[in-house]
């Protein structure tokens, strides 16, 4: 258990240890110990509550780390066919798929490799009835869910707000009448981002009035992702709790589909300093670019921490961007420890979640390459390096 201690520092430790010149420039470093120790945590509190808990492979979803996560979690969360794919051939255990928007022939597959297909709308699963009941024909054993919206809203920032006014996601709950809910054998809600027990125990009181009924005739209810769950401070007691009683009092089973909780302070992003200059204030181009390899930097968005940074006062700080040409990939403002030569190496922490999985070829920014490091064991592997034909693959 990692109670107590703090993981974002200890995660600085740990990687301080690591030679940021042994892998090539830029590239993300996962540390499989801390996969494995988020794992583990999460592995408690599915045998503690009776959860079942799936990877949400949007948030991550490197198959070189597939081994440690099926070792732990029962599933993976997929947003499609390609991530259900990915779910049924890298991973293992359940996949339960949910799209805003399935299409005839992409659910004709989803539903051969899916344990749960979720649809967003009464519309698109009337609308599909016939490609479902085509699929249980041929032997097909998926389940069916609806993603509701619980009308009561947590979030904290509109755009990772699904309960918010105006929402296209889930159906919601006082829209739904009772002919949309005939055959289901679940629902779904995701409505938390980043956050802790409390906002999914004040979300369940104010829906649980009013889907219990619902739940009578279903099999399993998926409360999403969003939960914060291997962060020391999260009220995982509280957790183990509402999902017992859920379980005692509807009589269906628990899904969760945490994302960044899986990976939560396990990765850096490595890069090198390709350029130094002033304009106003001191400034570095370096080989990651913000809007390439970290993009929620700009969309969330948010400051990463940089390895090793002085703190507040100390040092002397440098506006860091990336070697693309738009004017706002800019990564942030930085205190270096010791200040940055042409050549230096650096990284950036907590970049497992939402990064790999969102870079992109833009300006032929070169992507990072993916290495696999075990902070228990030194050992290092290259999984991936990627070239000119990954860029010029995607333009036709
Ligand atoms: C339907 C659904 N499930 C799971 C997740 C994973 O959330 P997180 O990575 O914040 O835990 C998301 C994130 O957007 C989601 O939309």
Not at 239 to 258: K, Q
């Amino acid at each position: 258990m990692t109670d107590g201690i703090d993981i974002a520092a200890d995660s600085a430790a740990r990687f301080a240890r690591f030679d940021l010149s042994r892998v090539p420039s830029p590239c993300f470093v996962v540390d499989a110990a801390q996969v494995e120790r988020n794992c583990t945590i999460l592995a408690d509190v599915a045998a503690r509550s009776g959860a079942h808990v799936f990877l949400a492979l949007k948030a991550f979803a490197m198959p070189a780390l597939a081994p440690v996560i099926m070792r732990h979690l029962a599933g993976t969360a997929a947003s499609g066919l390609h991530e259900a794919r990915l779910g049924r051939e890298r991973f293992a255990g359940h996949v339960a798929t949910f799209n805003a928007g399935f299409k005839a022939d992409e659910l004709r597959e989803v539903l051969k490799i899916s344990d749960h297909v979720i649809f967003n709308s009464p519309g698109q699963r009337a609308r599909f009835g016939g490609i479902v009941d085509e699929a249980r024909a041929a032997g097909g054993r998926a389940e069916i869910g609806l993603r509701i919206n619980p009308e009561h809203s947590e979030g904290w920032n509109p755009k990772y707000d699904p309960a918010g006014p105006c929402s296209r996601l889930g159906t919601p709950v006082s829209q739904i009448r009772p002919a949309d809910l005939e055959g289901l054998d679940g629902l779904h809600m995701h409505t938390l981002c980043e956050q802790g027990f409390e906002p999914l125990a004040r979300t369940w009181a104010a829906v649980e009035p009013k889907i219990a009924g619902w739940l009578a005739g279903m099999r399993w209810l998926n409360l999403g992702g969003g939960h914060h769950i291997t962060r020391p401070d999260y009220d995982r007691d509280g957790l183990v709790a509402l999902v017992r009683r859920i379980r005692d009092r509807h009589g269906v089973e628990v899904y969760l589909e945490p994302g960044e909780a899986v990976v939560l302070q396990s990765a850096i992003l490595v890069g090198e300093v390709l350029d130094l200059t002033e304009n106003g204030v001191p400034l570095a181009i370096s080989d990651i670019s913000a809007t390439c390899h970290m993009p929620d930097v700009i969309e969330a968005p948010y400051r990463p921490e940089l390895l090793g940074e002085l703190p507040e006062g100390e040092g002397r700080e440098i506006r860091v961007g990336g070697p693309s040409c738009l004017a706002g990939d800019v990564i942030g403002s930085f205190r270096p420890a010791v200040p940055w030569k042409v050549g230096d190496r650096f990284a950036f922490l907590d970049q497992a979640h939402y990064s790999i999985v969102k870079t992109n070829t833009f300006n032929g920014v070169p992507l990072p390459a993916l290495a696999v490091w075990d902070s228990r064991t030194d050992d290092l592997s290259v999984v991936r390096q990627f070239g000119y034909d990954d860029f010029a693959m995607r333009l036709g």
